[in-house]
């Protein structure tokens, strides 16, 4: 049996190596009241989305996923990650896929995509949320969406926490759930694109559930595992601490908003890269639903113009890795 979650973390991977399997969180769990994210900035942009869009938006503080450098939130549908281009690793909301639930007239957005940053500097909360989210599944079978889930992903900025929050949902159809028959939820270390990793699994009442240990390897558990019984209810936390205060260590910045810049972001044949650093960072381009392009290569100090003439019309995320730090740019070919 294979794991569509562990493979769909491992889409921005390209090799896997030997590393220790130590969980870097302690996880727990508590109540607290939902309160939805008020006067906070969309990173939908008001589009009507759908099932696999990634949404890419800058964190604001320095912040760590494991020992991963994580300078943007990166969220592809059902799994928040970071990525050091070998590997990924990530937290696994649900293996359901989610879906704007205006897609059915394609007339207004309904689910917004937003975040926002509270609290003082060195105290700072990340905080991103989906907000009445449709099932891709429930459109694709032609039926109403009257079905949707609210949560939200917070970063601390001062101990690396990160913390799943649950609000209301209404989910009737056990069959959103398709990897495991059961909603999948956890955290996901170092998983490449082979399908090899170890994925952390909740299991279980979801009001108080527990956590497994399950090795990939060539996307197939070696293992048998559950999952949890129901989507969470409304008020469940789920937290993940630091074993580690690992996050507040500062990670040289190779990139600046004033160091790099990519243009146009609307292009037909190239995009061109300034950067003013003097390292030679790595580049890699992915559509935005988080598909591989085979485009890659290595920056160097001045003007770099890259050739993407090759690729289809569409929305496409330009990736820079320098040491521990990356920047993500987007950009249309038309």
Same mark, same amino acid.
């Given at each position: 049996?294979?794991?569509?979650?562990?493979?769909?973390?491992?889409?921005?991977?390209?090799?896997?190596?030997?590393?220790?399997?130590?969980?870097?969180?302690?996880?727990?769990?508590?109540?607290?009241?939902?309160?939805?994210?008020?006067?906070?900035?969309?990173?939908?942009?008001?589009?009507?989305?759908?099932?696999?869009?990634?949404?890419?938006?800058?964190?604001?503080?320095?912040?760590?996923?494991?020992?991963?450098?994580?300078?943007?939130?990166?969220?592809?549908?059902?799994?928040?990650?970071?990525?050091?281009?070998?590997?990924?690793?990530?937290?696994?909301?649900?293996?359901?896929?989610?879906?704007?639930?205006?897609?059915?007239?394609?007339?207004?957005?309904?689910?917004?995509?937003?975040?926002?940053?509270?609290?003082?500097?060195?105290?700072?909360?990340?905080?991103?949320?989906?907000?009445?989210?449709?099932?891709?599944?429930?459109?694709?079978?032609?039926?109403?969406?009257?079905?949707?889930?609210?949560?939200?992903?917070?970063?601390?900025?001062?101990? #690396? &926490?990160?913390? %799943?929050?649950?609000?209301?949902?209404? *989910?009737?159809?056990?069959?959103?759930?398709?990897?495991? !028959?059961? /909603?999948?939820?956890?955290?996901?270390?170092?998983?490449?694109?082979?399908?090899?990793?170890?994925?952390?699994?909740?299991?279980?009442?979801?009001?108080?559930?527990?956590?497994?240990?399950?090795?990939?390897?060539?996307?197939?558990?070696?293992?048998?595992?559950?999952?949890?019984?129901?989507?969470?209810?409304?008020?469940?936390?789920?937290?993940?601490?630091?074993?580690?205060?690992?996050?507040?260590?500062?990670?040289?910045?190779?990139?600046?908003?004033?160091?790099?810049?990519?243009?146009?972001?609307?292009?037909?044949?190239?995009?061109?890269?300034?950067?003013?650093?003097?390292?030679?960072?790595?580049?890699?381009?992915?559509?935005?639903?988080?598909?591989?392009?085979?485009?890659?290569?290595?920056?160097?100090? #001045? &003007?770099?113009? %890259?050739?993407?003439?090759?690729?289809? *019309?569409?929305?496409?995320?330009?990736?820079?890795?320098? !040491?521990? /730090?990356?920047?993500?740019?987007?950009?249309?070919?038309?």
């Amino acid at each position: 049996m294979k794991c569509k979650l562990l493979l769909a973390m491992a889409m921005l991977g390209s090799s896997f190596g030997a590393f220790a399997q130590v969980m870097p969180y302690t996880f727990s769990y508590y109540n607290q009241a939902y309160v939805p994210l008020d006067s906070a900035t969309r990173i939908d942009s008001g589009v009507i989305w759908d099932g696999g869009t990634m949404f890419v938006t800058p964190v604001g503080f320095h912040f760590l996923i494991d020992t991963i450098n994580c300078p943007d939130f990166i969220f592809n549908d059902n799994t928040v990650f970071a990525d050091t281009g070998n590997f990924v690793d990530g937290f696994i909301i649900s293996d359901a896929d989610f879906t704007d639930r205006g897609i059915d007239s394609m007339i207004k957005s309904k689910s917004p995509v937003r975040y926002k940053v509270t609290g003082p500097a060195k105290e700072r909360i990340f905080k991103a949320e989906y907000f009445s989210a449709g099932f891709d599944l429930q459109f694709q079978q032609g039926l109403p969406l009257t079905d949707s889930v609210n949560f939200q992903v917070w970063f601390y900025e001062d101990s #690396g &926490t990160v913390e %799943i929050r649950f609000g209301p949902s209404l *989910v009737s159809v056990p069959d959103y759930f398709q990897a495991i !028959g059961q /909603d999948l939820s956890g955290y996901g270390q170092h998983v490449d694109t082979n399908g090899n990793g170890y994925l952390y699994v909740l299991k279980g009442n979801p009001a108080h559930p527990t956590m497994q240990t399950v090795h990939f390897v060539g996307g197939a558990p070696t293992t048998s595992f559950s999952g949890l019984d129901t989507w969470p209810p409304n008020g469940t936390v789920y937290r993940y601490t630091r074993k580690n205060p690992i996050n507040l260590v500062q990670v040289p910045a190779v990139f600046t908003d004033e160091n790099v810049d990519v243009f146009p972001t609307v292009c037909t044949n190239q995009v061109t890269v300034r950067f003013d650093g003097n390292e030679t960072p790595d580049y890699n381009i992915i559509s935005i639903s988080g598909e591989n392009m085979n485009l890659k290569g290595q920056v160097n100090h #001045g &003007t770099n113009r %890259i050739d993407v003439s090759n690729l289809a *019309v569409g929305t496409y995320l330009l990736h820079l890795q320098g !040491g521990a /730090d990356s920047k993500v740019f987007r950009f249309v070919k038309m």
